[in-house]
């Protein structure tokens, strides 16, 4: 099948895929539209939001949707590393033997992550970025294709961990749900209220998935925006020679070359997705704020004026 062909067919699917998710998640286009890029793309994904607003649900239709294998990982204090990746037990001929942990499927739903401490929320950090895990010395490739979406509660910050820059950089895209707007919210009450449930139909296969993400990167790209993202990139940083004064005012630290990556890969899907074969510099813009949204941190006296991140990222789009 031509790379054409296979194109068009993407974006028929697409449009599909969110139809059968709209279903059962109603409003939060926003949301579920970076979470399938962020497939698509082999990206993981931070979904943050108040209680409430169907985080859990989304990621829990769209591997229904996807036709993907799901575990949920509640994340609490006491859980411990081998909880997720598995551990070696004896067995009866007193030989060690390896129990894998939830960690061996296609989603992860890492429930409330920042409720654990920073030596279990490091154990996803080799599985996200090499797809694997070493326990005892013993090196396990994990099943693909394989995403970490995790959801974190923005307001309680009671026996809560902050993620590590480390950790959060691995995230390719950090996801603001925000309330559902009047008439959502009452078609929400209205679906969830009664006896009818909806049932979402698989559109998609592991391989299915796997050829997309192949197809994503293999669409060409003009030099002046693979420029356009780097140069964004390079805005954030407050030390760089192309800084803003917003820039230099209110953040710490900026954004590094994993961002850049991030930029032109979701540029991509972005564009894929609406049909073009080519992404342009609004493509970058699209996506620019959820993609560096969790990569800068904002200074004390950003906190002090109630200058927001977005603020910042939009100045500089």
Known sequence: MSDVKALNDLVVKYN???????????????????????????????????????????????????????????????????DILGSEILDENRHFKFIKGPIFSNIILADEI?????????????????????????????????????????????????????????????????????????AVVKSTTGNKSETVIPLFSSEEILEVQ?????????????????????????????????VKSYLDWGAGPRASQSLILAAKAHAAVKGKFSPDIEDVKAVAIPILSHRIVKNYKAEAEGVTISDIIKSLL
Do not use: W
Not at 48 to 53: A, T
Not at 54 to 73: E, H, P, Y
């Open 114 to 186: 920042n409720r654990t401490p920073p030596k279990t929320q490091a154990a996803l950090l080799e599985a996200m970025q090499e797809r694997s895990v070493t326990v005892s010395g013993n090196h396990y490739k994990l099943d693909l294709p394989f995403f970490v979406l995790a959801t974190q509660n923005p307001i309680e910050q009671e026996g809560t961990y902050p993620l590590p820059e480390a950790q959060l950089d691995r995230f390719m895209f950090s996801i603001y749900l925000e309330y559902p707007s009047f008439e959502e919210e009452v």
């Open 16 to 82: 599909a895929l969110k139809a059968e998710i709209g279903k059962v998640i109603i409003g939060q286009h926003e949301a579920v539209n970076f979470t399938l890029l962020s497939i698509f793309c082999g990206g993981h994904s931070l979904l943050v939001g108040v209680p409430g607003l169907a985080k859990t649900l989304l990621v829990n239709t769209v591997s229904d949707a996807l036709g993907l294998n799901f575990k949920r990982i509640q994340f609490t204090p006491d859980l411990m590393p081998s």
């Open 214 to 246: 192949k197809l994503i990167r293999k669409i060409p790209l003009a030099d002046n925006v693979i420029e356009y993202a780097v140069a964004l990139v390079g805005k954030t940083r407050p030390k760089s020679k192309e800084a803003t004064p917003l």
